[in-house]
T-cell receptor
Framework: GAGVSQSPRYKVAKRGQDVALRCDPI?????LFWYQQALGQGPEFLTY????????KSGLPSDRFFAERPEGSVSTLKIQRTQQEDSAVYLC?????????????FGPGTRLTVL | GDSVTQMEGPVTLSEEAFLTINCTYT??????LFWYVQYPGEGLQLLLK?????DKGSNKGFEATYRKETTSFHLEKGSVQVSDSAVYFC??????????FGAGTTVTVRA
């Protein structure tokens, strides 16, 4: 595709609900990243995939957060039993290889509001 | 750990004014440095990057030079336009993949 796409763009959940956020990376991009951006802050790294392998999940805030990329393309970030502190914009990015000099291309984000 | 500190905003300028947004970093190793921009209602876009010391990144009239001696990557534009109103993020990568961002600087340009 032309760019990274994410769905839904907006999600409102009641506290305790489970949510699933989808990311479609740029076709052919090996690496995929999830970031969390709180209001008024810069994005914070959550997790990284190279193809279907999750190589780093050190940024996931708790075990309620789970990400997968089973076929090395589309990825889903799942949040179980959502809490108010999970309210943020969740950004997905992809890059061709994942090298330090590679550009990460970001999607528009999913704004999650937990009531 | 790796971190980026950038100038706090908001910054308000008149059209054709000179813009500087300061960015300094702390990192182990030799990071690649980036400026990303987020226009109202849009996603993050790469504005420019530099991958080694003394490199200058440039795009859309913006420039930033990778200064290892001062651990800085300040963003500059000589004559801003209303369309440059956005949030600007400085970022670095020291390993192969993890971007560390600053808190962002909101820039508003008035006609």
């Amino acid at each position: 595709g032309a760019g990274v796409s994410q769905s839904p763009r907006y999600k409102v959940a009641k506290r305790g609900q489970d949510v699933a956020l989808r990311c479609d990376p740029i076709s052919g991009h090996v690496s995929l990243f999830w970031y969390q951006q709180a209001l008024g802050q810069g994005p914070e790294f959550l997790t990284y995939f190279q193809n279907e392998a999750q190589l780093d999940k050190s940024g996931l805030p708790s075990d309620r957060f789970f990400a997968e990329r089973p076929e090395g393309s589309v990825s889903t970030l799942k949040i179980q039993r959502t809490q108010q502190e999970d309210s943020a914009v969740y950004l997905c990015a992809s890059s061709f290889e994942g090298l330090a000099t590679d550009t990460q291309y970001f999607g528009p984000g999913t704004r999650l509001t937990v009531l | 750990g790796d971190s980026v500190t950038q100038m706090e905003g908001p910054v308000t300028l008149s059209e054709e004014a000179f813009l500087t947004i300061n960015c300094t970093y702390t990192a182990t190793g030799y990071p690649s440095l980036f400026w990303y921009v987020q226009y109202p209602g849009e996603g993050l876009q790469l504005l420019l990057k530099a991958t080694k010391a003394d490199d200058k990144g440039s795009n859309k009239g913006f420039e930033a030079t990778y200064r290892k001696e001062t651990t800085s990557f300040h963003l500059e534009k000589g004559s801003v336009q209303v369309s440059d109103s956005a949030v600007y993020f400085c970022a670095l990568k020291t390993n192969d993949y993890k971007l560390s961002f600053g808190a962002g600087t909101t820039v508003t340009v008035r006609a």
